[in-house]
């Protein structure tokens, strides 16, 4: 057999705590985010590319991955940003201006980055970070 | 032209928030995973099956996507789990043990699921989870 990396360089899937599944859920059907089967108001997921969101109640997500430890403050920023890439620059500000008119908050104004593209950010209701970004190299996805 | 959801239901990267970049940088390195070219103490990513995982001060990610917040905690739980899932049951085991090796934490012991897999989680020295999960449904990757 041939040897293997122990720990694959991969992604299957990013799970966000929620304090409200249903309330999310709602949100991200609202942005046009199709569910898969056997979602409803207690577990859903989206297949985003080749990954799985999953939104799951953030108590019995704590309980398996930080039981002992108290939950982080219901409106603060967690620390991690979550990015989707469109093609065009035009289509940042219209995909920000979707996540508004679904219930999203904008922070701050899309801006030319120091990376060489151009991106803004929107919180989901519960403050989940995205930044919705142009990069001119990458204009195909997967 | 088509029209276009203008959410593309996509994810192209994930962007942690380092107190130190490049003691994270050294525990990605350690469990094995390769660096993208251009990497450095103040930024990294690795590719993670067709996602980019990121590295990035959180005082800059802050600065750009919760300019108002005060910064989480730095040892607290964020509400968010990532998930990597392997081939085989025994992966599950050897993977978490890979982790612990390299200075990553384990939050309790691996389990049977209420979903029919079997999974553990480790926490990297920074707190964020990772679940390692085998689904016997799913055994080839992208």
Chains 1, 2 share one sequence.
Do not use: K
């Amino acid at each position: 057999m041939m040897s293997v990396v122990p720990i694959p360089q991969r992604l299957t899937a990013v799970t966000l705590g929620c304090r409200s599944v249903a309330n999310l859920r709602a949100f991200y059907g609202a942005i046009g985010w199709r569910e898969n089967e056997g979602s409803d108001d207690t577990f859903t997921s989206f297949t985003i590319g080749t990954v799985r969101l999953a939104l799951y109640p953030i108590e019995l997500l704590g309980a398996e991955a930080a039981p002992n430890e108290p939950l982080a403050a219901a409106s603060s920023w967690n620390g991690i940003t979550l990015a989707l890439n469109v093609a065009a620059r035009t289509d940042v500000d219209q995909a920000l201006a979707a996540a508004v008119n679904a219930g999203a908050q904008r922070i701050g104004l899309p801006e030319e980055r120091e990376w060489g593209g151009y991106s803004g950010y929107y919180a989901d209701p519960e403050g989940h970070r995205w930044e919705v970004a142009w990069a001119p190299w990458l204009t195909e996805f997967e």
